[in-house]
């Protein structure tokens, strides 16, 4: 079946670092552009990250830019969201998505795959960052 799975959540104290890791199963990761999104509890979800396949051009939200980096492992058909620098308004589940990589890397591609009802998606993993 198609699915992905994200792991690489859990609970670190505020400037600590995770790698959130994010597989895919059934389909190839290497056609699709693929996103990083979170959702506080009470907030709307958010795109904070995406990347290319056909061009590795990628995309972070102002309020990652410089913390978080965004990378694919092709031969594990996997993508990875290294978080440095975590603060406590980091704190949501994080969650996966890959979509056709049609356009250009940015918060528009990222409202597309928010708003399409054929995007695959994780079932997310808790980042929580508190003392």
């Known amino acids: 079946q198609v699915q992905l799975v994200e792991s690489g959540g859990g609970l670190v104290q505020p400037g600590g670092s995770l790698r959130l890791s994010c597989a895919a199963s059934?389909?190839?990761?290497?056609?699709?552009?693929i996103g990083w999104f979170r959702q506080a509890p009470g907030k709307e979800r958010e795109g904070i990250s995406c990347?290319?396949?056909?061009?590795?051009?990628?995309y972070y939200a102002d309020s990652v830019k410089g913390r978080f980096t965004i990378s694919t492992d092709s031969a594990k058909n996997r993508v990875y969201l290294q978080m440095n620098s975590l603060k406590p308004e980091d704190t949501a589940v994080y969650y996966c998505?890959?979509?056709?990589?049609?356009?250009?890397?940015?918060?528009?591609?990222?409202?597309?795959?928010?708003?399409?009802?054929?995007?695959?998606w994780g079932q997310g993993t808790q980042v929580t960052v508190s003392s």
């Open positions: 998505a890959a979509d056709f990589d049609v356009q250009n890397m940015g918060p528009t591609f990222l409202q597309t795959v928010l708003a399409s009802k054929t995007a695959y």
């Open positions: 990347i290319s396949s056909k061009d590795g051009d990628t």
């Open positions: 059934g389909f190839t990761l290497a056609h699709y552009a």
